[in-house]
């Protein structure tokens, strides 16, 4: 099941290393993109995983913002026609002025029964129906959220695979926000956000190319520990560092 992203601002970065995409395609660990969103309202941002379609209010329209290419869609949706900027006017029979009408819409239709849109396209009106997957068959999307991007300017780092994406400030880096759902078994302190990270591997660094350079030596299934700083104490955990291995330094 789906759900709004209650967020005034939210920052998406869309491929395997991300924020937002569809898990278990190599075409996409191959692209990184990033965009930054404001929404502003809750309520106004949802996605469609079958086409990894992401669905705005925009300009008091609920608008297709981005959809994932045919080829890095689920085989089933690789024909869908859908584009970026169409407009969601009706969904099975009801008419649509709010994403949160097109949520319900779709929770409410049972998985394996037709979800029929109405949309509107350069001013043309047609219809589009696609089939609600199982959402435990599905690739995962993932999304990352922070309240407060662009604060201190600094370059952030996203550990692909773990959840995790990382502000930079003075050289060392903190945790700004978590996917919970994507998050490996920690052993030892599960990190929250807040928590400055301290040592990888043992050792000291002084820049997030420095921790990305340390964190990118460790191959899949390794173990990967940290030391956190979380309220004047020391805190030490560990983790099999997952797939994909990619680290993406990008700013803002």
Not at 2 to 10: M, N, V
């Amino acid at each position: 099941m789906y759900r709004l992203i209650p967020f005034r601002h939210l920052l998406l970065v869309i491929g395997l290393t991300v924020v937002i995409g569809l898990t278990g395609s190599a075409a996409l660990a191959q692209q990184t993109i990033t965009r930054t969103y404001t929404i502003d309202a809750p309520g106004e941002m949802m996605m469609i995983n079958e086409f990894g379609g992401m669905i705005i209010l925009k300009d008091s329209a609920v608008t297709v913002e981005m959809i994932m290419p045919p080829g890095n869609r689920p085989d089933q949706y690789k024909d869908f026609d859908f584009l970026a900027g169409d407009v969601i006017v009706m969904a099975n029979g009801s008419k649509i002025t709010s994403v949160e009408m097109l949520q319900d819409v779709y929770d409410k239709t049972p998985v394996g029964e037709m979800i029929k849109l109405a949309i509107s396209r350069d001013g043309k009106m047609m219809m589009r129906k696609f089939a609600k997957a199982d959402p435990e068959s599905m690739p995962k999307p993932v999304v990352m959220t922070r309240t407060n991007p662009g604060g201190g300017g600094g370059a952030d780092l996203a550990l692909a695979g773990v959840g995790i994406l990382l502000s930079a400030k003075d050289g060392k880096l903190s945790v700004g926000s978590l996917v919970n759902a994507i998050m490996p078994k920690f052993d030892g302190a599960t990190p929250q956000t807040g928590d400055v990270i301290l040592k990888v591997q043992g050792e000291d660094y002084d820049s997030p190319e420095a921790f990305a350079e340390i964190f990118g030596k460790i191959k899949t299934g390794e173990t990967v520990t940290l030391v956190l700083g979380r309220n004047s104490e020391e805190l030490t955990t560990s983790f099999a560092r997952p797939n994909p291995k990619e680290v993406e330094i990008y700013k803002q």
